[in-house]
């Protein structure tokens, strides 16, 4: 059975950081892709990014150049770096096993001065 943890959400203004991590297990990580996706209020739930078990990397257009997804095989980890952050990226993040219907139980991100 595959568990997905995520972690690091909070509340920030607006051009501040923060870095989301999922951790992993139950599955052969290494060759998994995994993706982040957030779900703002009355919203359906997007795709954030996505890596690849290779380390290939896809974003969304709202976030390219800001977010950025990385992995640790080592630690079972895909993290998402978010910088400069909006008030519209206020959400619930979730980690997905890509192609799969596991997530995580999601981490709440405010972005509000």
């Known amino acids: 059975q595959v568990q997905l943890v995520e972690s690091g959400g909070g509340l920030v203004q607006p051009g501040g950081s923060l870095r989301l991590s999922c951790v992993a297990s139950?599955?052969?990580?290494?060759?998994?892709?995994m993706g982040w996706f957030r779900q703002a209020p009355g919203k359906q739930r997007e795709l954030v990014a996505r890596?690849?078990?290779?380390?290939?990397?896809i974003y969304a257009d709202s976030v390219k150049g800001r977010f950025i997804i990385s992995r640790d095989n080592t630690k079972n980890t895909v993290y998402l770096q978010m910088n400069s952050l909006k008030p519209e990226d206020t959400a619930v993040y979730y980690c997905?096993?890509?192609?799969?219907?596991?997530w995580g139980q999601g981490t709440q991100v405010t972005v509000s001065s």
């Open positions: 997905n096993e890509w192609g799969t219907a596991f």
């Open positions: 139950g599955s052969d990580f290494k060759t998994t892709g």
């Open positions: 890596i690849t078990g290779g380390d290939s990397t």
